[in-house]
């Protein structure tokens, strides 16, 4: 169940940062918003999450994971470049949670 818990506070940190973006600086109310309370959510349920899940594999996930989609959401919605330094960058982030999380991670 703390991998569900996990997985949700992926999901909302990502909805959170992608609302920075469209918050441009606080200017836009509804996405300034929720970038509070996405947050809000994304840290209760990580903390949730923590109770069976050793600290460093799930914050490891949680910020690899936010960090691998929100470069996806940033190339695709956002028209970043897709350049082959921040390809190879985020596979190796990908590699290290994997790493993290199977090198015994559990509490």
């Known amino acids: 169940m703390s991998y569900i818990y996990l997985i949700g506070a992926i999901i909302f940190e990502v909805f959170g940062t992608t609302c920075m973006k469209l918050s441009d600086g606080f200017s836009n109310i509804l996405p300034s918003v929720g970038i509070f309370l996405f947050y809000g959510i994304s840290f209760t349920s990580l903390t949730i999450a923590l109770k069976g899940i050793d600290v460093s594999i799930a914050y490891a996930i949680w910020a690899g994971m936010g960090t691998a ?25 990908v590699i290290g949670v994997v790493g993290l999380n199977i090198s015994g991670g559990g509490h």
């Open 69 to 93: 989609m929100i470069t996806v959401i940033g190339i695709l919605w956002f028209k970043e470049p897709a350049t082959a330094v921040k390809m190879i960058s985020i596979v190796f982030v």
